[in-house]
């Protein structure tokens, strides 16, 4: 596989950086724009630019900022053929994983080197989905495959945490194979679902063995993106969801995020007034994967072809659990052991316990996880599911129960 180029990086970031000065560049002018103009506590923000020597400034800064990123552009790209990155360390893959979670669309949108190529993976290295390339990639192929799914803002090496990796410790107890998909989290739910089932079909029909049984283990948004992948394997008649067994969720809000329906109405509010309404933009820096997540919305249908936002009523979609598949669920509770009213339990940090069990007041809306196949781990946060001894047996046994 060829090795990414620092030119290609060093492209993304400046690319970024200008993009940046001339956002900022349009906020600071919007409020110039309305303090000068007088506009009403609340109400609606005046439109259009500043005029005179004012709006010939802030054109004169935008347009040097263009200006130079192309310059940069130009140049770093002559450099492409000449200069190569060392190999990733783990550092770094965390940081452009993290960046792909908050801009993910944004990079994909405008072809930045940063946006994360979506890829089946293991041992750090990328598969190739072709016969003869995973034949040669893959020492000992196994009819058993485990697929794990990292959530927002993580990456396929940090199921690996303290020592301890989900997939490495069930395969070795299930005789199977683990590989790890890494993609843009920054992306809508939907888009990648329909990815990774393409990706899945591709990996079956070329497996170097008939696959007898397919795993996938979400955690957090990976849930979602597998649930995701599930209904358009459906819809598309593709042959791995018949192989598909068994679909573990670790701490998914299968009901929506609370932190990110906060964070949009933060936006609404600052949206009240034309002082604070530039200042919107700044919360609107929000990838479409993470506003995917205040409802947990996994349908292609509910996104608008408009700019990506979401048609109005898109929370109202309900998407129920694969049939002839053994669904489970793990929620995790940061208290150290249950309270007499299991509707209060705090959650684990970010996913309430509700959301993680897919359990709603409205019974239509609730996912029907068997009693056996609901689980929670006590004293344990978000993070903390990754590297859970407890989960990871609870899942073993699962798994060992077929």
């Known amino acids: 596989m060829t090795r990414p180029r620092a030119s290609s990086a060093m492209q993304g970031s400046s690319r970024l950086i200008i993009e940046a000065v001339v956002g900022v560049t349009d906020i600071v002018e919007a409020m110039h724009r309305n303090i000068a103009g007088l506009a009403p506590i609340v109400g609606r923000s ?11 400034v802030y054109r004169s800064v935008r347009g040097i900022a263009r200006t130079v990123g192309g310059a940069l552009d130009i140049g770093l790209g002559q450099l492409a053929s000449r200069l190569a990155l060392p190999r990733a360390t783990r550092r770094g893959d965390a940081v452009l994983a993290a960046l792909n979670g908050v801009l993910g669309d944004h990079l994909a949108a405008t072809g930045n ?14 598969l190739p989905l072709q016969a003869d390339g995973l034949a040669r990639a893959i020492e000992r192929p196994s009819s058993r495959l485990i697929i794990l799914v990292h959530g927002l803002c993580m990456n396929d090496r ?22 790890y998909l890494r993609y843009n989290s920054g992306l809508h739910i939907a888009s990648n679902g329909r990815e990774f089932a393409g990706q899945l079909e591709r990996l079956v029909r070329s497996w170097p063995v008939p696959v007898r049984e397919l795993v996938i283990i979400g955690h957090s948004m990976g849930g979602l993106v597998a649930r995701s992948a599930c209904h358009c394997a459906e819809q598309e008649g593709q042959v791995w969801l018949r192989h598909l067994r068994h679909l573990i969720f670790l701490g998914t809000p299968h009901l929506g995020a609370p932190l990110e ?3 949009h109405w933060l936006q609404r509010l600052l949206e009240v007034s034309p002082y604070t309404a530039p200042l919107a933009r700044l919360g609107s820096i929000r990838s479409a994967g993470i506003m995917d997540l205040r ?4 349908v292609e249908g509910t996104v608008g072809a408009a700019g990506g936002k979401r048609e109005r009523g898109a929370a109202a979609t309900h998407l129920p659990l694969p049939g002839r598949v053994r669904c489970h669920a793990i929620a995790a509770s940061t208290q150290a052991r249950p309270g007499a009213n299991l509707a209060r339990l705090r959650g684990d940090g970010l ?9 709603h ?6 996912l029907a996880f068997p009693a056996g196949h609901r689980h929670i781990c006590f004293g344990v946060d978000h993070l903390g599911l990754l590297d859970s001894r407890e989960a990871c047996e609870r899942m073993r046994q699962w798994l060992a129960g077929d």
């Open 46 to 56: 005046r439109q259009g630019g500043t005029r005179g020597i004012t709006g010939l």
């Open 113 to 126: 080197p940063l946006a994360t190529a979506m890829t089946l993976r293991t041992g750090g290295r990328a």
């Open 158 to 179: 940090q199921w690996q945490r303290n020592g301890h990796d989900h997939g490495a410790a069930l395969a070795g107890a299930h005789r199977a194979n683990a590989l």
């Open 261 to 263: 329906r906060a964070g």
């Open 295 to 298: 409802h947990g919305v996994l």
């Open 351 to 359: 996913v309430p316990v509700a959301s993680a069990l897919g359990q």
């Open 361 to 366: 007041a409205d019974p239509a809306r609730s």
